[in-house]
């Protein structure tokens, strides 16, 4: 085989394969395949009378073109994680605040109690994890219900925390710490 022919072989699999990477990044290959593929067929038809130098510069750019694409698309998921991350500890250490100031309050009234929940609120919707915002919204409930038990309030915060944790990267909390928290917290008065 020459090296013409060899050229064109590699040449016409790299370009599927980088097709086919695309397609299934996108998603449009579920529902275009035909027509794609024709195009596809149309665009290979100059690369048969191309020198295999040439193929394989077009196949070099396209796959730094491609590799360049998905770097920079990774960085930009990986720094709106990493602003999203920092967002969700300030909001998820606000709320332990509020829940530590309201066990040692004792049952007093809290200055700006009211405000500083819906800040909360506020930046849990914006920042918060979905699992996070939909255990806080069981738990919110809960709390606002009065014919709710204060054992299930209790375990609907331990998963509240406990989504916060897995946010944070930190992994979720042992069963039974938030009550034991309250317990011992009663216990010093």
Same mark, same amino acid.
């Given at each position: 085989?020459?090296?013409?022919?060899?050229?064109?072989?590699?040449?016409?699999?790299?370009?599927?394969?980088?097709?086919?990477?695309?397609?299934?990044?996108? %998603?449009?290959?579920?529902?275009?395949?035909? /027509?794609? @593929? #024709?195009? +596809?067929?149309?665009? $290979?038809?100059?690369?048969?009378?191309?020198?295999?130098?040439?193929?394989?510069?077009?196949?070099?750019?396209?796959?730094?073109?491609?590799?360049?694409?998905?770097?920079?698309?990774?960085?930009?998921?990986?720094?709106?994680?990493?602003?999203?991350? %920092?967002?969700?500890?300030?909001?998820?250490? /606000?709320? @332990? #605040?509020? +829940?530590?100031?309201? $066990?040692?309050?004792?049952?007093?009234?809290?200055?700006?109690?009211?405000?500083?929940?819906?800040?909360?609120?506020?930046?849990?919707?914006?920042?918060?994890?979905?699992?996070?915002?939909?255990?806080?919204?069981?738990?919110?409930?809960?709390?606002?219900?009065?014919?709710?038990?204060?054992?299930?309030?209790?375990?609907?915060?331990?998963?509240?925390?406990?989504?916060?944790?897995?946010?944070?990267?930190?992994?979720?909390?042992?069963?039974?710490?938030?009550?034991?928290?309250?317990?011992?917290?009663?216990?010093?008065?």
């Amino acid at each position: 085989m020459n090296s013409e022919k060899i050229g064109n072989i590699i040449g016409v699999i790299f370009a599927w394969l980088i097709i086919i990477g695309v397609l299934v990044i996108t %998603g449009l290959g579920v529902y275009h395949f035909p /027509d794609i @593929l #024709k195009w +596809f067929i149309n665009l $290979l038809k100059p690369l048969k009378s191309l020198d295999a130098v040439i193929i394989v510069a077009i196949i070099g750019a396209v796959t730094t073109f491609v590799a360049n694409l998905l770097s920079k698309r990774s960085d930009h998921k990986f720094e709106l994680r990493k602003y999203l991350a %920092g967002k969700r500890q300030e909001s998820y250490e /606000d709320f @332990l #605040k509020i +829940f530590f100031d309201i $066990l040692e309050a004792n049952g007093q009234e809290i200055d700006d109690l009211p405000n500083r929940l819906n800040q909360f609120k506020q930046t849990l919707l914006l920042y918060g994890s979905k699992r996070t915002y939909k255990s806080f919204v069981k738990y919110w409930k809960a709390i606002t219900d009065s014919t709710v038990a204060s054992e299930i309030q209790i375990d609907l915060m331990e998963k509240v925390v406990s989504e916060m944790r897995r946010d944070a990267g930190a992994g979720g909390i042992r069963k039974n710490l938030i009550s034991n928290i309250i317990i011992n917290n009663s216990k010093k008065d």
